[in-house]
């Protein structure tokens, strides 16, 4: 995480929003052109509402490269920086979900959260269920669109959600 581990919330506060790239922040079939205007709008709308950080969570993670486009991007669109990312290797956890719990496991300081993804968090392994404090805090997008501005509503609840 940054200098200031609290993003600006409150020492009691801390809020991470789990991003997905591909169909959240641009159509899926469109990852040649990313982070397309109007999906960035609604993002920033929810960080402006909920003073939320971001944790990638997206296979964009898995070399500097990535998060470095992902980092440009979200600085064009005047937001900061991720984060942090889940863990840097692609399956090394069962499912996406997992990889959440491990990052929340690993970092007490969270203490509310949403996931933006385009897809059900345990596609990789479909006879896993998903965790239900997990699904409690997911937004699915719908991979055609990315994030739409009915997205933000259930994400702003959903980051009202204390992790139990």
């Not at 469109?30 to 944790?55: F, G, H, T, W, Y």
Request: proline share 7%; aromatic share 6%; charged share 25%.
């Amino acid at each position: 995480m940054g200098a200031d581990a609290t993003g600006g919330q409150s020492s009691a506060t801390y809020k991470a929003i789990f991003l997905d790239v591909d169909g959240v922040l641009h159509p899926a079939n469109e990852s040649q052109r990313p982070c397309r205007k109007p999906c960035m709008d609604v993002l920033k709308e929810i960080i402006a509402q909920s003073n939320a950080n971001i944790v990638l969570s997206s296979n964009w993670r898995l070399d500097e490269w990535g998060i470095g486009q992902v980092n440009s991007h979200l600085e064009r669109a005047g937001l900061e920086p991720v984060a942090g990312h889940t863990h840097p290797q692609e399956d090394f956890y069962n499912t996406r979900a997992d990889e959440i719990l491990e990052y929340l496991h690993s970092h007490p300081e969270v203490t509310h959260f949403v996931v933006l993804d385009d897809v059900e968090l345990n596609f990789e392994d479909p006879d896993t269920p998903v965790p239900a404090c997990v699904a409690a805090h997911s937004v699915q997008t719908d991979e055609r669109h990315g994030l739409q501005p009915k997205d933000s509503q259930a994400a702003l609840a959903r980051l009202e959600i204390p992790i139990d």
